[in-house]
C-alpha cells in the first residue's frame, strides 16, 4: 500500500523555521500530485500548498514564508516554512493524489495522507 509519513515538526519560537518532509513508500512521489494540510485545534483542515509539473503553489496567508519542493530520487516532498507566526501552530498533513493532477486545494481530491506531524510556533 501507498504509505505517507510526515516529518520534521517541533517547537519554534516565532520568526524561526521549520523543514517539513514527507517520504512515500509504495510508490513514488512524482507519480502524484503532492500537497501540504494543516489544521489547529477547533478548526478545519486547510490547504497550505501543492506541487506541479512546473513547481507548486502556496495559499496567500504563507506566500513568501512557505516554499514547497520536491525530491523524486527521494521520494519526498518538503515544506521549508520560514519566519514562523504563532497563528502557524497547527497539525500538518501530507497527501497524495493520483493522476489527474490538476489543481488540488480541496481535501476530496487527495487518495492518500499521512499521519501529521505538529507544529508549535510560541510567541
Known amino acids: 500500500q501507498v504509505q505517507l509519513v510526515e516529518s520534521g515538526g517541533g517547537l519554534v519560537q516565532a520568526g524561526g523555521s521549520l523543514r517539513l518532509s514527507c517520504t512515500v513508500s509504495g510508490g513514488t512521489s512524482r507519480s502524484y500530485a503532492m500537497g501540504w494540510f494543516r489544521q489547529a485545534p477547533g478548526k478545519e483542515r486547510e490547504f497550505v500548498a501543492r506541487?506541479?509539473?512546473?513547481?507548486?503553489s502556496t495559499v496567500d496567508s504563507v506566500k513568501g514564508r512557505f516554499t514547497i519542493s520536491r525530491d523524486n530520487a527521494k521520494n519526498t516532498v518538503y515544506l521549508q516554512m520560514n519566519s514562523l507566526k504563532p497563528e502557524d501552530t497547527a497539525v500538518y498533513y501530507c497527501?497524495?493524489?493520483?493522476?489527474?493532477?490538476?489543481?488540488?486545494?480541496?481535501?476530496?481530491?487527495?487518495?492518500?495522507w499521512g499521519q501529521g506531524t505538529q507544529v508549535t510556533v510560541s510567541s
Open positions: 506541487t506541479s509539473w512546473s513547481g507548486g
Open positions: 497527501a497524495a493524489k493520483l493522476g489527474p493532477w490538476g489543481t488540488p486545494t480541496q481535501e476530496i481530491e487527495y487518495d492518500y
